[in-house]
Nanobody
């Protein structure tokens, strides 16, 4: 069973930084895309950033220039470096990994990691 596990969340003051990690139980090259989402209670889960198998990244407008997604294939890990954090970044952050195999979509979610940014 494929699993992805997030870590790195915590409490930080506005302007600070955190780095989230998402470790997969299999080679991250087996996924077509890995994304970070975030969710605030009572609201929908929003896309934050993504990285494709080819290494292309994309970001939500709200985090562009502040967040950077990267990967370490040797460690089966993707990262989300979050700088210049704002109270509005407070949310539970989820890692999502998607693979397409013979036309079938496989999707895996982590349990989430809480990020709290104080003003």
């Amino acid at each position: 069973q494929v699993q992805v596990v997030e870590s790195g969340g915590g409490l930080v003051q506005a302007g600070g930084s955190l780095r989230l990690s998402c470790v997969a139980s299999t080679r991250i090259s087996s996924f077509n895309v890995i994304r970070w989402y975030r969710q605030v209670p009572g609201k929908q889960r929003d896309l934050v950033a993504g990285i494709t198998n080819g290494g292309n990244t994309n970001y939500a407008d709200s985090v562009k220039g502040r967040f950077t997604m990267s990967r370490d294939s040797d460690k089966n890990t993707v990262y989300l470096q979050m700088n210049s954090l704002k109270p509005d970044d407070t949310a539970v952050y989820y890692c999502n990994a998607v693979a397409f195999t013979t036309g079938v979509k496989y999707e895996y979610w982590g349990q989430g990691t809480q990020v709290t940014v104080s003003s």
